[in-house]
């Protein structure tokens, strides 16, 4: 920073543009702020809020929680600030809400760009990018329209935003972390163009020190009528800042150091009494060894209580075990007993088997037997034929017993065999007929594949005769049919259905003719003994007694024919079942052997068993009777209970003879134990021993209590000279304290004379109005002063403590300096309590102490500020910064030349909010205005918001060419008119 503008040399930073979009209670406004301006409009507007806004720049912040501290946004006609909701809704109010600042620096031009962040509450987000505003008006504004206000854009939001951003340049940064805005708002690497890329206010070092001065300055720079204190925080800021060390930062925690001097007092307060016991301590040593050798009964009852415990647990798994052994073994001998019971069962059921197959093999032969002595009787007839056989005889059986019993069923009986007589005669004669064709059988005039799926069906089929040859169409017929069945390993399947193959066979006329000729015989002499028994009464009952025979006799034929076919199957079925059911009973035999075996060996076993049962019940009572004695002691002896044992006695040791032992010395050691406790609670008493727990006052503290509080007081008294030595040593180092901070003091005191007397050698040859000398006056609170001349008077070196008048004075410094209450660090800003100025007008021989007008006493502190702005600067740089005046009207308008001059060379464009009440001169002189409260939009995003201004300032040129001074926007306003 240099006091002139764009010397050689000179790094140039300036802010050109602020623009608000949805914010401060503006629709959209566009200020340019890169020379004097005055922002016109009426009161309660925002004009204010436009210029504050520039704070969310320049700071490095992310969010409005403590706004207070931050951004010091005050309410002037509350005479309070802002809160942090009203100060983040009154900026960003909605969705649309952004503040774009458009800066330059070495490195070019760029846009600043705020927004709302929805990520936490209170937040805000912030966007970097290396171009000018006019590119990037059209995605904030329609300026658009017949009436030149414009609209807004609807389909703005930050999405959208930051995809244009990132188009627009590869350099777009969107960064929120306080600590990167830290180093790309305030970087001074002014031959890096992209460290210094998004630079505003570069800093001469970038340590935290000299942040807080600027952010100090900042604010000051908004409020330039601010009050001495405001003033005078800066001073102190900048002086912290100033020092070449940050470890030289004058931060004196004097509530920590007088602690520390308590602390180290109630030591050597203790270490006094502690030695003054000793004598007590020693007697105590002597008393304790003799109780030592009688403790270990105390132990030893310890391990007979937990071998008693353990031995009743080993006692009761074993009697637990042993009775489950013995269950055990009495579940195998019923699971043994259940097992053998089965056995026989099993046992028992196959026999029945072998008996029932026995039956089943006798029936079957019998049925095969008499089955084959039936059908050797009739030839080659299969067992159909013959059933039709019997079953037609049964008939004529039944028929002629009828007959015999009853006259009526005689006569009917007699006309039967007359037709049967006849039909056998018919038979007779088709029979001798069958014989004469006998040649063309089928089964004579088709080859054996096709007449023997035909025989299987119905062995008739075959032996039917056509009396002639088969024609070709009929024998193909017969062929095709024969073909549908499918021949298989047991004779033909017919789609679902399965016939077994038939032997090939001729038919026997002779047999056929002989049996027809039987029955007729049959037939005649049935009809014989009809005729006769009518003449003969007394035969009747003979015959019908016979015919009764004869039809049982048939009926058992037929059953025997109805079984045969089964006999031979039921047989070998039977025979198999039998041997099988053999085979298992010869198994389950064998098995019941070894289940014998196993029984007696079990009911040894479960003899054992019981034995060993009734043996460990015995040992478990006598244990108990062992833990009633015991918990009979530790009755008596309660602090036994909290005895441990090192290892419990064996269990095979744990006796009554053992137990009657301990008892005795017990009863011994106990006497020794009060003698003692009574010497361990009088050093409790005393302070001396710390028994926070209450255990030595107990009725019968631990023997580990006693032992642990010994121990304690024995080391005690035995580090005594280490803690002396200790306590000498922090003493010592305490001094040393008191030393540095005696030397902290001093040096800061000289520190401020120095920094005061600095800064009124830079205001040497400074006028301002009719001042032609100023001096600055930096005021350090008497108190401190009186604090430092008295640590001049002590010595600090030494192993002694001060004495106690020193620390007294010290805590009366505390009560007056900083009274009832809050933290009590000694820090610049608490020691430097305000500024002064001293001026002297041109022929006055000396300074005047006398306050100044508000605009000249605003003068000065703007060349205070910018005296201390250049120390936090990097060197070399030249600002084009806003400096806000709020009140313009408090400035004579007589020192308004000498203001903007002054202001313009230090590299500051004043910046101020004025009604349209200001005089007409003041805003001649400041040569712009800016009237934002006349344009109202008709499409706003916000139907509260509604004002406009864009297009730039109006005002006088001075002289200034036109493209110079007026925004680009209005070019087209300087175009000569077609008259």
Same mark, same amino acid.
């Given at each position: 920073?240099?006091?002139?503008?764009?010397?050689?040399?000179?790094?140039?930073?300036?802010?050109?543009?602020?623009?608000?979009?949805?914010?401060?209670?503006?629709?959209?406004?566009?200020?340019?702020?890169?020379?004097?301006?005055?922002?016109?409009?009426?009161?309660?507007?925002?004009?204010?809020?436009?210029?504050?806004?520039?704070?969310?720049?320049?700071?490095?912040?992310?969010?409005?929680?403590?706004?207070?501290?931050?951004?010091?946004?005050?309410?002037?006609?509350?005479?309070?600030?802002?809160?942090?909701?009203?100060?983040?809704?009154?900026?960003?109010?909605?969705?649309?809400?952004?503040?774009?600042?458009?800066?330059?620096?070495?490195?070019?031009?760029?846009?600043?760009?705020?927004?709302?962040?929805?990520?936490?509450?209170?937040?805000?987000?912030?966007?970097?990018?290396?171009?000018?505003?006019?590119?990037?008006?059209?995605?904030?504004?329609?300026?658009?329209?017949?009436?030149?206000?414009?609209?807004?854009?609807?389909?703005?939001?930050?999405?959208?935003?930051?995809?244009?951003?990132?188009?627009?340049?590869?350099?777009?940064?969107?960064?929120?972390?306080?600590?990167?805005?830290?180093?790309?708002?305030?970087?001074?690497?002014?031959?890096?163009?992209?460290?210094?890329?998004?630079?505003?206010?570069?800093?001469?070092?970038?340590?935290?020190?000299?942040?807080?001065?600027?952010?100090?300055?900042?604010?000051?720079?908004?409020?330039?009528?601010?009050?001495?204190?405001?003033?005078?925080?800066?001073?102190?800021?900048?002086?912290?800042?100033?020092?070449?060390?940050?470890?030289?930062?004058?931060?004196?925690?004097?509530?920590?150091?007088?602690?520390?001097?308590?602390?180290?007092?109630?030591?050597?307060?203790?270490?006094?009494?502690?030695?003054?016991?000793?004598?007590?301590?020693?007697?105590?040593?002597?008393?304790?060894?003799?109780?030592?050798?009688?403790?270990?009964?105390?132990?030893?009852?310890?391990?007979?209580?937990?071998?008693?415990?353990?031995?009743?647990?080993?006692?009761?798994?074993?009697?637990?075990?042993?009775?489950?052994?013995?269950?055990?073994?009495?579940?195998?001998?019923?699971?043994?007993?259940?097992?053998?019971?089965?056995?026989?069962?099993?046992?028992?059921?196959?026999?029945?088997?072998?008996?029932?197959?026995?039956?089943?093999?006798?029936?079957?032969?019998?049925?095969?037997?008499?089955?084959?002595?039936?059908?050797?009787?009739?030839?080659?007839?299969?067992?159909?034929?013959?059933?039709?056989?019997?079953?037609?005889?049964?008939?004529?059986?039944?028929?002629?017993?009828?007959?015999?019993?009853?006259?009526?069923?005689? %006569?009917?009986? /007699?006309?039967? *065999?007359? !037709?049967?007589?006849?039909?056998? $005669?018919?038979?007779? @004669? =088709?029979?001798? &007929?069958?014989?004469?064709?006998?040649?063309?059988?089928?089964?004579?005039?088709?080859?054996?594949?096709?007449?023997?799926?035909?025989?299987?069906?119905?062995?008739?089929?075959?032996?039917?005769?056509?009396?002639?040859?088969?024609?070709?169409?009929?024998?193909?017929?017969?062929?095709?049919?024969?073909?549908?069945?499918?021949?298989?390993?047991?004779?033909?399947?017919?789609?679902?259905?399965?016939?077994?193959?038939?032997?090939?066979?001729?038919?026997?006329?002779?047999?056929?003719?002989?049996?027809?000729?039987?029955?007729?015989?049959?037939?005649?002499?049935?009809?014989?003994?009809?005729?006769?028994?009518?003449?003969?009464?007394?035969?009747?009952?003979?015959?019908?007694?016979?015919?009764?025979?004869?039809?049982?006799?048939? %009926?058992?034929? /037929?059953?025997? *024919?109805? !079984?045969?076919?089964?006999?031979? $199957?039921?047989?070998? @079925? =039977?025979?198999? &079942?039998?041997?099988?059911?053999?085979?298992?009973?010869?198994?389950?035999?064998?098995?019941?052997?070894?289940?014998?075996?196993?029984?007696?060996?079990?009911?040894?076993?479960?003899?054992?068993?019981?034995?060993?049962?009734?043996?460990?019940?015995?040992?478990?009572?006598?244990?108990?009777?062992?833990?009633?004695?015991?918990?009979?002691?530790?009755?008596?002896?309660?602090?036994?209970?909290?005895?441990?044992?090192?290892?419990?006695?064996?269990?095979?040791?744990?006796?009554?003879?053992?137990?009657?032992?301990?008892?005795?010395?017990?009863?011994?050691?106990?006497?020794?134990?009060?003698?003692?406790?009574?010497?361990?609670?009088?050093?409790?008493?005393?302070?001396?021993?710390?028994?926070?727990?209450?255990?030595?006052?107990?009725?019968?503290?631990?023997?580990?209590?006693? !032992?642990?509080?010994?121990?304690?007081?024995?080391?005690?008294? =035995?580090?005594?000279?280490?803690?002396?030595?200790?306590?000498?040593?922090?003493?010592?180092?305490?001094?040393?304290?008191?030393?540095?901070?005696?030397?902290?003091?001093?040096?800061?005191?000289?520190?401020?004379?120095?920094?005061?007397?600095?800064?009124?050698?830079?205001?040497?040859?400074?006028?301002?109005?009719?001042?032609?000398?100023?001096?600055?006056?930096?005021?350090?609170?008497?108190?401190?002063?009186?604090?430092?001349?008295?640590?001049?008077?002590?010595?600090?070196?030494?192993?002694?403590?001060?004495?106690?008048?020193?620390?007294?004075?010290?805590?009366?410094?505390?009560?007056?300096?900083?009274?009832?209450?809050?933290?009590?660090?000694?820090?610049?800003?608490?020691?430097?309590?305000?500024?002064?100025?001293?001026?002297?007008?041109?022929?006055?021989?000396?300074?005047?102490?006398?306050?100044?007008?508000?605009?000249?006493?605003?003068?000065?502190?703007?060349?205070?500020?910018?005296?201390?702005?250049?120390?936090?600067?990097?060197?070399?740089?030249?600002?084009?910064?806003?400096?806000?005046?709020?009140?313009?009207?408090?400035?004579?308008?007589?020192?308004?030349?000498?203001?903007?001059?002054?202001?313009?060379?230090?590299?500051?464009?004043?910046?101020?909010?004025?009604?349209?009440?200001?005089?007409?001169?003041?805003?001649?002189?400041?040569?712009?205005?800016?009237?934002?409260?006349?344009?109202?939009?008709?499409?706003?995003?916000?139907?509260?918001?509604?004002?406009?201004?864009?297009?730039?300032?109006?005002?006088?040129?001075?002289?200034?060419?036109?493209?110079?001074?007026?925004?680009?926007?209005?070019?087209?306003?300087?175009?000569?008119?077609?008259?």
């Amino acid at each position: 920073m240099s006091d002139s503008q764009g010397s050689p040399g000179n790094f140039n930073f300036g802010i050109r543009r602020l623009v608000l979009v949805d914010s401060a209670g503006f629709c959209y406004v566009e200020i340019p702020v890169d020379n004097h301006g005055l922002i016109l409009g009426p009161g309660n507007l925002g004009k204010s809020s436009l210029l504050n806004s520039l704070r969310l720049f320049l700071l490095p912040e992310n969010n409005f929680k403590n706004s207070r501290k931050k951004f010091a946004f005050r309410n002037a006609s509350a005479g309070s600030f802002y809160s942090n909701e009203e100060s983040y809704q009154h900026y960003f109010p909605s969705q649309f809400s952004f503040l774009i600042m458009e800066a330059e620096n070495p490195a070019g031009v760029h846009c600043q760009i705020l927004y709302r962040d929805s990520a936490s509450q209170l937040s805000y987000g912030r966007a970097f990018v290396p171009v000018s505003y006019d590119q990037l008006r059209p995605l904030f504004w329609n300026g658009e329209g017949e009436d030149g206000i414009g609209r807004a854009v609807p389909e703005l939001s930050f999405s959208r935003l930051s995809e244009t951003l990132k188009k627009l340049s590869k350099e777009t940064r969107l960064v929120n972390d306080p600590a990167k805005l830290k180093s790309m708002l305030y970087s001074s690497e002014l031959m890096n163009a992209d460290a210094v890329r998004y630079s505003v206010l570069p800093l001469g070092e970038s340590d935290e020190r000299r942040v807080q001065s600027l952010r100090t300055l900042i604010l000051l720079l908004f409020e330039m009528k601010a009050d001495d204190q405001a003033m005078a925080n800066a001073v102190a800021s900048i002086i912290e800042a100033d020092k070449k060390f940050a470890d030289d930062a004058f931060d004196f925690n004097i509530d920590e150091f007088l602690n520390r001097h308590d602390q180290l007092k109630q030591q050597q307060t203790q270490l006094n009494r502690i030695e003054k016991e000793r004598p007590r301590f020693e007697k105590l040593y002597r008393d304790y060894q003799a109780y030592q050798t009688l403790l270990s009964s105390q132990h030893d009852f310890a391990a007979f209580r937990d071998g008693v415990t353990n031995a009743l647990q080993d006692i009761a798994a074993k009697r637990t075990a042993a009775a489950a052994t013995f269950n055990e073994q009495n579940d195998t001998l019923r699971h043994v007993l259940q097992a053998l019971k089965k056995l026989e069962q099993e046992a028992s059921g196959l026999k029945g088997e072998i008996r029932s197959a026995d039956r089943r093999i006798k029936q079957a032969e019998q049925s095969q037997k008499d089955g084959d002595l039936l059908v050797s009787q009739y030839g080659e007839m299969t067992l159909q034929e013959i059933e039709d056989i019997q079953k037609e005889e049964l008939e004529s059986k039944k028929g002629h017993l009828a007959a015999l019993k009853s006259a009526a069923q005689a %006569e009917i009986r /007699l006309e039967q *065999l007359q !037709r049967q007589k006849q039909d056998l $005669t018919r038979k007779l @004669d =088709a029979l001798k &007929e069958r014989e004469s064709k006998q040649q063309w059988q089928l089964q004579n005039q088709l080859d054996e594949a096709t007449a023997a799926p035909l025989r299987a069906v119905d062995a008739r089929l075959v032996m039917a005769s056509p009396g002639q040859d088969l024609d070709a169409d009929s024998k193909a017929a017969i062929e095709a049919f024969a073909r549908l069945f499918v021949p298989n390993d047991k004779g033909f399947d017919w789609f679902d259905a399965e016939y077994p193959a038939q032997p090939a066979r001729q038919t026997n006329f002779s047999e056929q003719r002989q049996h027809i000729e039987g029955e007729l015989y049959g037939l005649e002499k049935e009809r014989s003994e009809l005729a006769d028994t009518a003449n003969q009464e007394h035969d009747r009952p003979r015959l019908i007694e016979r015919t009764e025979k004869e039809i049982r006799s048939i %009926e058992k034929d /037929l059953d025997t *024919l109805s !079984r045969y076919p089964a006999s031979a $199957t039921t047989l070998r @079925d =039977a025979t198999e &079942e039998k041997q099988a059911a053999e085979e298992q009973l010869a198994k389950l035999e064998e098995q019941a052997r070894l289940e014998h075996e196993k029984q007696d060996a079990v009911q040894q076993k479960v003899a054992r068993a019981k034995a060993e049962k009734e043996r460990i019940e015995e040992r478990e009572r006598e244990l108990a009777g062992l833990s009633r004695s015991v918990g009979t002691v530790e009755h008596r002896f309660p602090h036994l209970k909290t005895v441990e044992a090192e290892q419990p006695l064996d269990m095979e040791k744990v006796s009554v003879a053992a137990f009657d032992d301990l008892q005795t010395q017990l009863d011994d050691l106990e006497e020794r134990r009060r003698n003692i406790l009574d010497h361990l609670r009088q050093f409790v008493y005393l302070g001396i021993h710390d028994d926070a727990e209450g255990e030595l006052q107990k009725d019968g503290p631990a023997s580990s209590v006693i !032992r642990e509080t010994f121990k304690s007081l024995s080391d005690l008294f =035995a580090g005594m000279a280490e803690r002396w030595n200790v306590l000498e040593q922090q003493v010592g180092i305490h001094n040393e304290t008191v030393a540095s901070y005696r030397q902290a003091l001093k040096s800061n005191h000289e520190h401020i004379a120095r920094f005061e007397a600095q800064l009124n050698r830079e205001l040497d040859g400074v006028r301002i109005n009719d001042l032609v000398e100023i001096r600055v006056d930096i005021h350090t609170d008497p108190k401190f002063r009186n604090l430092v001349e008295e640590a001049n008077n002590i010595d600090p070196y030494g192993n002694q403590l001060q004495s106690d008048a020193f620390y007294d004075r010290l805590r009366v410094f505390v009560a007056d300096f900083f009274g009832e209450g809050g933290s009590k660090r000694l820090t610049m800003d608490r020691v430097i309590t305000g500024i002064s100025y001293r001026t002297r007008k041109e022929n006055a021989a000396n300074l005047d102490k006398k306050g100044q007008s508000t605009s000249t006493t605003a003068l000065i502190n703007l060349e205070l500020v910018y005296r201390l702005l250049k120390r936090v600067l990097y060197p070399g740089v030249q600002l084009s910064f806003p400096m806000v005046l709020d009140e313009l009207a408090s400035v004579d308008i007589s020192q308004m030349p000498s203001l903007l001059e002054r202001l313009r060379n230090q590299g500051f464009n004043l910046f101020s909010a004025a009604t349209h009440s200001a005089s007409a001169e003041v805003i001649y002189l400041i040569g712009r205005h800016l009237e934002v409260g006349q344009m109202r939009t008709a499409r706003p995003y916000s139907p509260q918001r509604t004002l406009v201004f864009w297009g730039g300032a109006e005002g006088f040129t001075n002289g200034e060419s036109l493209s110079h001074w007026g925004d680009q926007t209005q070019n087209s306003l300087l175009e000569p008119a077609d008259e």
